[in-house]
């Protein structure tokens, strides 16, 4: 049966993964995610899995390649400065078509940054969580619940691409408390994947997992067959939420805890008299440019609010495709945004500030 309990988030979606079956993981500390490896080390042996904490983030997501390329479900956890090192192992996994979830709790930066809440890893997981021609599948949470919601999905998703998905949350997410309800644990035990490294039992030829190719034609020729893919994935797995946008004149597009902030601004807006909406990105990889499309038909002005110097707002300017001004406004180094600071900006653009 599911239940309904009060959790922090963090421990929300470790306990998501846990019933998603998932029975391995393999991490390393770091602010603020570590309640995820923390969760995951006292759970995992009471249900026959593994918990590994590596050496180091480097160790981590190379255990991750080797146990989803066993067929097994297997986690990491980490925040923005872990995440860089993970991406070579990120993009060995796409390169090797294996299956995992990566969650990145997100904390201000470059560098070392700080340790409060940012959304400033946006390029870095839909444009470049590796190096090479690929992409992972990115979902964006902006609640408690969600972070449970897309956690027991997440691994689904991946098997049935052959690639890596990631959880971006951030800080806040992470660290908050909220009521969730916790599903009922799925039965994975015989969900077939006849490409593992599991053993052939002298039934099957062998199952080999590379990312090695020295021939440039036959890597292209992968290369361009996974692509095909990827488009099938934007076709297929577009995901948004769309808020007060049937006839939205000004429309925020705001993904993870600053569309929690956005939704207030635009309630706000509306009991003003002004036609705000909000399309919140649950998909960010593949980003959500129908709903962004459909919402222009009506909007005269988006505005994309992020915890960042903008980056998102690309996005958005390519799926508007020049049909209306993209505008964008943002706090960053760990500062959230406020209502009142998005509401601003949507009157500022109703004409009703200077």
């Known amino acids: 049966m599911s239940e309904r309990v009060l959790m922090k988030g963090n421990e929300a979606l470790a306990e998501a993964a846990l019933r998603a079956g998932c029975r391995n993981f393999f991490g390393y500390p770091i602010t603020p995610q570590t309640e995820v490896a923390a969760y995951m080390s006292k759970q995992l042996p009471k249900v026959g899995g593994v918990y590994m904490q590596a050496e180091s983030e480097v160790s981590a997501i190379n255990m991750v390649l080797g146990c989803g390329a066993s067929g097994k479900r297997a986690l990491t956890s980490s925040s923005s400065p872990g995440i860089s090192l993970k991406t070579e192992g990120i993009s060995y996994m796409a390169g090797s078509d294996v299956p995992a979830v990566i969650v990145n709790v997100q904390r201000g930066g470059p560098g070392l940054g700080g340790i409060q809440p940012s959304q400033s890893d946006y390029w870095q997981a839909t444009r470049a969580p590796g190096h090479g021609d690929l992409h992972i ?3 964006a949470p902006s609640t408690v619940q969600e972070m449970v919601d897309l956690m027991m999905g997440a691994f689904d998703i991946a098997e049935k691409y052959r690639m890596p998905a990631m959880i971006l949350a951030d800080g806040m997410l992470g660290q908050m408390m909220e009521p969730v309800e916790i599903p009922e644990a799925v039965d994975v035990s015989k969900i077939e994947k006849p490409w593992a490294t599991n ?3 002298n039934k099957r030829p062998h199952n080999i997992i590379n990312s090695l190719y020295i021939e440039a034609q036959e890597l292209e020729s992968i290369v361009k067959a996974r692509f ?8 297929n797995e577009q995901r948004a939420e769309c808020f007060m946008t049937d006839d ?8 993870g805890a600053c569309a929690r902030v956005a939704k207030n601004a635009v309630r706000a807006a509306r009991e003003k008299g002004i036609k705000a909406g909000l399309i919140r990105p649950i998909t960010l990889w593949p980003f959500p440019t129908d709903a962004v499309r459909n919402a222009a038909a009506t909007t005269k002005t988006f505005i994309s609010v992020e915890m960042s110097m903008g980056q998102m707002v690309d996005d958005v300017r390519l799926a508007v495709n020049g049909a209306v001004p993209v505008e964008f406004f943002g706090r960053t180094g760990g500062v959230i945004p406020t209502p009142n ?5 949507i009157e500022k653009n109703a004409g009703g500030t200077k």
């Not at 095909?228 to 076709?235: G, L, S």
């Not at 600071?341 to 900006?345: D, G, S, W």
């Open 137 to 139: 599948i990115v979902l």
């Open 199 to 201: 053993g052939h039992r």
């Open 248 to 255: 939205s004149e000004i429309t925020i597009v705001a993904y």
């Open 341 to 345: 600071e998005v509401l601003a900006q």
């Open 228 to 235: 095909e893919r990827y488009e099938q994935i934007k076709a």
